[in-house]
């Protein structure tokens, strides 16, 4: 038997409906905010993300599924949106239409990492972008947006984590600091952590290794060291927060795995999750549409996981259930051929109909199916009904039946949405 390859899963019927409900809220309250959606394609050059994410980083070094196509052309599954995003825009010359864009997707991204509970090698991802603004209010209100969009999911209890990284300027001080402070460590310090050593040891602060943690815990804060305006703009991306009743904690040590990030940096754990209890990342990063070929445009956004939205789902959810409201349920061919023609007509009036041509199966089973559909109603075309031209419509709730002329079918249904 072939089945799905590790770290890739089917997402069933049967748990479809959490997935719908999760979307259709990040649609519907990311457009109150003015964003639309942009779809980009699911590989790209591999260039992209080493320009984009920083060959230096975790996603680049170990995590990229990278193919050559039968031209030899090197092209990686999107391991993450920003990056694509960044190049559409630049390429489509978005910046030309309006100063600022707000852009979301939601998507499949493909990352080779050891499957465990919430953390699979094809995941989803939602997530929005702004170009063309570093005012500090695009922070605060994409920030109050995502917790909006949470809540509307019913989501509580989530814990939102806030840093300021720095600018260039100020990273390349903290970065003499951090190696200061590292030196003596650093023959205990991880494979991994070596490696980020030298390409970026902020990165250190990403390692999951307890040792390196509390080495990390005890290192300097980048906070301390914020250059004036990256101090100015953290000090009023809080303030607007304050302003809104917006709770949330500092911790200095947030750093974030990508090497694009710009001054604000968060993250939403929602406790609930165990080990892989990241929620959604996001920040700004206001060099990556410059350093991607594009004008010198800033940028902020934020991605959430799909699956661990999907799994924080509270059970009181009002979830669509995709559930007919008729089964036809109909005995010989006769019976068949009344049974297409009535279900053309209700589905014209909108109504979900389901018709399973079965001629043998008989009336009871096909009724048990109708339950096991949760049907609404159960239209049944028995021999009887044939015989007298009419039909019998059985309410499964509470199981009142009545049996009427096709002409009144309409009405029946009608008048029992009513009652
Ligand atoms: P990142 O792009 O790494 O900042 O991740 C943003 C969010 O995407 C995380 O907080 C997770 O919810 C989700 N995520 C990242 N990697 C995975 C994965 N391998 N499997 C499931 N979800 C993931």
Not at 312 to 317: D, F, I, K, T
Request: proline letters at 5%; one cysteine or more.
């Amino acid at each position: 038997m072939i089945e799905a390859v590790k770290g890739a899963r089917d997402i069933l019927p049967e748990e479809i409906g959490r997935w719908q409900f999760v979307e259709a809220g990040a649609r519907a309250t990311f457009e109150l905010y003015g964003f639309h959606e942009i779809r980009t394609p699911i590989f790209e050059s591999t260039e992209l993300f080493l320009r984009g994410i920083g060959e230096g980083s975790d996603i680049v070094a170990k995590e990229m599924y990278t193919f050559a196509d039968r031209k030899g052309r090197s092209l990686t599954l999107r391991p993450e949106n920003t990056a694509p995003v960044a190049r559409a825009y630049i390429e489509h010359g978005m910046r030309r239409r309006s100063e600022v864009e707000r852009l979301y997707y939601i998507g499949p991204m493909f990352r080779y990492e050891r499957p465990q509970k919430g953390r699979m090698r094809q995941f989803h991802q939602t997530g929005v972008e702004v170009f063309g603004s570093d005012h500090p209010a695009v922070d605060a209100e994409t920030l109050e947006m995502l917790l909006a969009f949470l809540a509307r999911l019913g989501l509580k209890e989530l814990d939102l984590v806030l840093n300021s990284v720095g600018c260039p300027r100020c990273r390349s001080d903290y970065r003499a600091v951090l190696l200061r402070h590292l030196g003596p460590h650093e023959p205990v310090l991880c494979d991994d952590c070596h490696r980020r050593l030298q390409a970026n040891p902020l990165r250190c602060f990403d390692c999951k290794v307890p040792a390196d943690r509390e080495t990390m815990a005890a290192a300097p804060a980048i906070l301390d060291h914020l250059c004036a305006a990256c101090r100015e703009h953290f000090g009023r991306v809080r303030s607007y927060l304050d302003d809104f009743g917006i709770s949330y904690r500092v911790d200095g040590r947030l750093m974030r795995g990508l090497d694009y990030y710009r001054r604000t940096a968060f993250e939403v754990l929602a406790p609930g999750l165990g080990a892989q209890n990241a929620l959604l990342g996001g920040g700004r990063y206001d060099g990556l549409v410059e350093d991607l070929g594009g004008p010198p445009v800033p940028g902020f956004g934020f991605a959430v996981g799909l699956e661990r939205l999907v799994m924080s789902l509270p059970g009181s959810a009002v979830l669509p259930d995709g559930a007919p409201d008729v089964v036809m349920v109909a005995s010989g061919e006769a019976a068949i051929g009344r049974a297409l023609s009535l279900a053309r007509g209700l589905r014209r009036s909108g109504r979900r109909v389901v018709l399973d041509p079965l001629p043998g199966k008989s009336l009871k089973s096909q009724m048990r199916r109708a339950n096991d559909l949760k049907a609404r109603y159960a239209l049944i075309l028995g021999e009887r009904e044939v015989a007298q031209g009419l039909l019998t419509l059985k309410r499964l709730a509470d199981g009142i039946q009545v049996t009427i002329g096709e002409g009144d079918l309409e009405t029946t249904l009608a008048g029992a949405a009513r009652a």
